[in-house]
């Protein structure tokens, strides 16, 4: 039986460094496009939205899907993997992160739990993707014939 490594620090800190930049780029884009209703508060509505939308389907699912990491994960030295250690692709991606929503509840209470005692490590997205997050720098989990970022 494989022995699957949560590398739980590195994910979660992996998860704030992208989650901080998408919320920072959200905030500008907020600031400049949005619209100013009262005292420090902006809304956008309509096809306003479709921007920040593109964004993070740039930045998580096709960066996932073609380099295997985020930026946070890349920091870490971290890469998403199917569960024969292989590529994945836009589409695995897209699979794990439209449960973002439910994984990230509670600032990532959800997700933390099941990384910590599913026996894969495996956040609601990774399970239903059918993926993993592996540490390219510990060979123990290198699963297969992919490199760091290649």
Same mark, same amino acid.
């Given at each position: @039986? $494989? !022995?699957? &490594?949560? /590398? #739980? *620090? ?16 959200? @905030? ?12 420090? =508060?902006?809304? #956008?509505?309509? +096809? ?5 939308? %593109? ?7 096709? =960066?996932?899907?073609?380099?295997? =990491?985020?930026?946070? !994960? ?9 569960? !024969?250690?292989? &590529?994945? +692709? ?5 699979? $794990? ?18 990384? $910590? /005692?599913?026996?894969? /490590? ?6 239903? =993707? *059918? ?10 989990? /290198? %699963?297969?014939?992919? $490199?760091?970022?290649?």
């Amino acid at each position: @039986m $494989r !022995h699957y &490594k949560a /590398n #739980i *620090k590195k994910r979660i800190y992996a998860s704030i460094l992208d989650y901080g930049l998408f919320g920072a780029c959200f @905030m500008v884009y907020l600031i400049f496009f949005g619209e100013y209703v009262e005292e420090g =508060a902006y809304t #956008i509505s309509g +096809g306003g939205i479709l921007p920040i939308f %593109l964004f993070w389907l740039l930045y998580f699912v096709i =960066a996932e899907g073609v380099y295997g =990491a985020t930026l946070g !994960h890349q920091s870490f030295n971290l890469k998403v993997v199917t569960l !024969h250690g292989e &590529k994945i +692709g836009i589409t695995q991606a897209l699979k $794990r992160r439209f449960f973002d929503p439910i994984d990230f509840f509670c600032f990532g209470l959800v997700a933390f739990l099941l990384v $910590r /005692n599913s026996e894969k /490590n495996q956040r609601v997205g990774d399970a239903y =993707a *059918k993926t993993l997050v592996i540490d390219t720098t510990d060979p123990g989990q /290198n %699963l297969g014939p992919i $490199r760091p970022f290649n």
